[in-house]
């Protein structure tokens, strides 16, 4: 890996990340809903593409995307399954992946995405490993870190 | 678990459809080889004979923008465009180009070459002089080796002042199919 982690072309980010992300959603959504997701999630990761600062961590970034996805996803298997009179009324406070992204926004960047990918998005610590790059054991490590500086920083017990 | 080639292609449509590309390219088959097409939403930027596209990638990225992938899609009217040139149903290409990157004499240069006609070669001295420089022959020539779209903007059509074909950027061979397609040479 160079000093200066540059943005890669789409394609190549694309093309190295593809397998990984339509595995884990197919695993979350069962394939048929995996390919639709799988769809979405790419197309967001374009949108959001030209933004990004550099090119670090593509593989857990595009796995947050992949994520969030898949509860939307989710979300709407079960709307579909529930009538809407069942719906709990009146509950806006935003979902627990939104609040502990921003919360997680200062950590250090393999820290955050394991924090966020745990305890936002429950996802197992494999997962996680082989989102980073790293293993299941690192994911642990990196998100119990993780905790314990937010803690810190928000006075937190 | 791979995703398989449907899945792929229909991403890339998708892709394409969503107009979030900085440059959408794939590859051309051609009777003289398969080529290098590049298009953004202003119009073709590129076209190489280079079969290998990853330098190519790289570097539209790095002048264009990152967001650049194989969609096959987004050059079909170029795609079409060609079909028709190289069946000898089509004289003159009607896409818009995109040469954002090329200023100056080069530009004029390129804006003057876009008006040779199809079946008639000129001169790289003649050129220079339809570009208002006309001692800059050999910098014509630099310009036509450099050319980023060939074919559509058709250097190939620029000889040497003896009628030799001097040299092209897809090599001697090309140039030659090229100008005996168009009649210019039997």
């Known amino acids: 890996m160079g000093v200066v982690a540059t943005i890669p072309p789409f394609e190549s980010f694309y093309v190295e990340h593809r397998d990984a992300v339509f595995g884990f959603l197919a695993r979350r959504l069962g394939r048929t809903a995996a390919e ?4 979405e999630t790419f197309l967001r990761a374009l949108r959001a593409y030209g933004r990004l600062e550099h090119g670090r961590h593509l593989r857990a970034w595009v796995f947050t995307i992949a994520a969030r996805v898949a509860i939307d996803a989710s979300k709407r298997q079960s709307r579909d399954a529930v009538s809407l009179a069942d719906e709990p009324a009146g509950e806006d406070s935003p979902p627990a992946y939104l609040e502990l992204e921003h919360l997680a926004e200062e950590l250090p960047a393999t820290e955050r995405a394991a924090v966020v990918l745990r305890y936002g998005y429950d996802l197992p610590y494999a997962e996680i490993g082989a989102a980073l790059g790293s293993s299941a054991d690192a994911a642990r490590q990196a998100a119990s870190s993780g905790i314990r500086r937010l803690r810190r920083k928000e006075g937190l017990a | 678990m791979k995703v398989t080639a449907q899945l792929d292609r229909r991403f890339r449509d998708a892709a394409a459809a969503a107009g979030d590309l900085d440059v959408g390219y794939d590859l051309v088959e051609t009777p003289i ?33 990152v967001r650049v992938l194989r969609a096959p899609r987004s050059v079909d009217e170029t795609r ?8 000898r149903r089509r004289r003159d290409f009607d896409l818009a180009i995109d040469l954002r990157v090329d200023e100056g004499f080069s530009r004029r240069v390129l804006d003057e070459l876009a ?10 001295g003649e050129l220079a002089r339809r570009a208002e420089h006309p001692r800059a022959a050999r910098a014509v020539g630099t310009i036509m080796n450099r050319n980023p779209i060939p074919i559509v903007l058709p250097c190939h059509r620029v000889v040497g002042a003896s009628g030799s074909l001097t040299g092209y950027g897809g090599g001697l061979e090309r140039k030659e199919a090229l100008l005996r397609l168009e009649g210019a040479i039997l």
């Open chain 1, 36 to 39: 639709d997701a799988f769809q």
């Open chain 2, 80 to 87: 079409r465009q060609l079909d028709e040139y190289f069946g």
């Open chain 2, 33 to 65: 080889g398969e080529i290098f097409v590049a298009t953004t939403a202003a119009g073709l930027c590129r076209i190489s004979y280079d079969p290998e596209p990853e330098g190519l990638v790289e570097n539209l990225a790095r002048r264009i923008g």
């Open chain 2, 115 to 124: 008006h040779v006609p199809y079946g008639e070669v000129t001169t790289y």
